[in-house]
């Protein structure tokens, strides 16, 4: 089955201590990206990878890290989380061939920072 | 640069009745666009896609909505409403394969028995 599998699906922290999100996809996507969900704005891109080691700022970057070292994991790192970074987080990829096809999005992080 | 603008991010509608969620994009370049649901506590779903071959999309779900230049209009459309379809609705705009989604701010719907 195709999917797009985060973890962890809840996480409430304290301001300053690093975290990591997981995200991993089956479909040997090229493309993969971050989104944070915040009501009334939809989504917006934190950062996205093109390929493996090919990594760029998206709308909303600041406070976040991802690497790109194997094609199916893309994780988001909060080094000094804030509580301005208390959102819903998807992990998305798709594929760069051709006509855009659909993005493939993850069930959701619902981080909480204190 | 891209933009999606949704029109109400609240609709009450009743069983039965028909579903119209209003989204508006602006766009430099000829665009490609996107209808997702996201049901409770689930990641987004697609329901239907714009790709520049018929201007009427039909989708999962009897969703269908229609893609209209003159306008940079992509309303989604339900002739039914079923409760099964409360949920938020999200449309979202791209330029190409590789470039980001630009998300609407989502319309949140609510079906009434």
């Known amino acids: 089955e195709a999917q797009v599998t985060q973890n962890p699906r809840y996480l409430i922290t304290v301001t300053g201590k690093k975290l990591t999100v997981t995200c991993s996809q089956n479909?040997?996507?090229?493309?993969m990206s971050w989104y944070r969900q915040d009501p009334g704005l939809g989504l917006r891109q934190i950062y996205y990878?093109?390929?493996?080691?090919?990594?760029d700022k998206g709308d909303v970057p600041e406070g976040y890290k991802v690497s790109r070292k194997e094609k199916r994991n893309f994780p988001l790192i909060l080094e000094s989380p804030s509580p301005n970074q208390t959102s819903l987080y998807f992990c998305?990829?798709?594929?760069?061939?051709?006509?855009?096809?659909?993005?493939?999005f993850g069930q959701g992080t619902r981080l909480t920072v204190v | 640069a891209q933009s999606v603008t949704q029109l109400g991010s609240h609709v009450s509608v009743s069983e039965g009745a028909l579903v119209l969620l209003r989204c508006n994009y602006s766009?430099?370049?000829?665009?490609?666009l996107f209808w997702y649901v996201q049901y409770p506590n689930q990641g987004l779903q697609l329901l239907l896609k714009?790709?520049?071959?018929?201007?009427l999309v039909k989708g999962i779900n009897g969703f269908e909505a229609e893609f209209k230049k003159s306008e940079t209009s992509f309303h989604l459309t339900k002739p039914s409403a079923h409760m099964s379809d409360a949920a938020e609705y999200f449309c979202?705009?791209?330029?190409?394969?590789?470039?980001?989604?630009?998300f609407g701010g989502g319309t949140r719907v609510l079906v009434k028995p």
């Open positions: 998305a990829s798709s594929s760069l061939t051709g006509v855009p096809t659909e993005a493939f």
């Open positions: 479909m040997n996507h090229e493309y």
């Open positions: 990878s093109m390929n493996v080691e090919v990594t």
């Open positions: 766009s430099s370049v000829p665009p490609y």
């Open positions: 714009y790709t520049s071959a018929a201007t």
């Open positions: 979202a705009v791209t330029k190409a394969a590789g470039n980001k989604l630009t």
